[in-house]
T-cell receptor, first 112, second 111 residues
Framework: DTGVSQDPRHKITKRGQNVTFRCDPI?????LYWYRQTLGQGPEFLTY????????KSRLLSDRFSAERPKGSFSTLEIQRTEQGDSAMYLC??????????FGPGTRLTVT | DQQVKQNSPSLSVQEGRISILNCDYT??????FLWYKKYPAEGPTFLIS?????DKNEDGRFTVFLNKSAKHLSLHIVPSQPGDSAVYFC??????????FGTGTSLTVIP
């Protein structure tokens, strides 16, 4: 069990650029979640997958945000045309059969 | 719509004493609750969970209590240790789908 990994850990980008983050869940976990966390707040749910199926995406922050999990293993979160308000920590988590979520270290995005 | 609330932003406790962290929720459909600990620059770490069919779950120094009628849960840490100093988040879910988090309580355990 190597835990949930995320790449990159930090990303600095200019406003208007596209960014993509990757998450590798714990291998036996079939549910994968994406969250955003800003300073002083708890993680804010964005979307989740069961295997390759995206079961909820209505809480993605705008149509600039999209996520995929094509083979039911790793997942990517893409933000198009980044804005300064997108600066935050983006967290990924996977869930065991008892619904216990295990988080990765996060990707900190800074949009300049 | 903050469905999970942690009304105490911070808490200080002497080493060896009990730490009690509180959490309130509004959605009566929530049936699964979790507590996480978070250190700076790391993702949250799962601590303990409880389902709505129970009112108490214990794991070592950590005990979670659930009062469904009051829509309230608490995390007790006994005895508190300096390494417990961190931000603690509670989270709630309906049927293990979306998870809603509180804003966190920063615990400081004073040696």
């Amino acid at each position: 069990d190597t835990g949930v990994s995320q790449d990159p850990r930090h990303k600095i980008t200019k406003r208007g650029q596209n960014v993509t983050f990757r998450c590798d869940p714990i291998s036996e976990h079939n549910r994968l979640y994406w969250y955003r966390q800003t300073l002083g707040q708890g993680p804010e749910f964005l979307t989740y997958f069961q295997n390759e199926a995206q079961l909820e995406k209505s809480r993605l922050l705008s149509d600039r945000f999209s996520a995929e999990r094509p083979k039911g293993s790793f997942s990517t979160l893409e933000i198009q045309r980044t804005e300064q308000g997108d600066s935050a920590m983006y967290l990924c988590a996977s869930t065991n059969p008892r619904a216990e979520q295990y988080f990765g270290p996060g990707t900190r995005l800074t949009v300049t | 719509d903050q469905q999970v609330k942690q009304n105490s932003p911070s808490l200080s406790v002497q080493e060896g004493r009990i730490s009690i962290l509180n959490c309130d929720y509004t959605n009566s459909m929530f049936d699964y609750f979790l507590w996480y600990k978070k250190y700076p620059a790391e993702g949250p770490t799962f601590l303990i969970s409880i389902s709505s069919i129970k009112d108490k779950n214990e794991d070592g120094r950590f005990t979670v209590f659930l009062n469904k009628s009051a829509k309230h849960l608490s995390l007790h840490i006994v005895p508190s240790q300096p390494g417990d100093s961190a931000v603690y988040f509670c989270a709630a879910s309906a049927s293990g789908n979306q998870f809603y988090f509180g804003t966190g309580t920063s615990l400081t355990v004073i040696p």
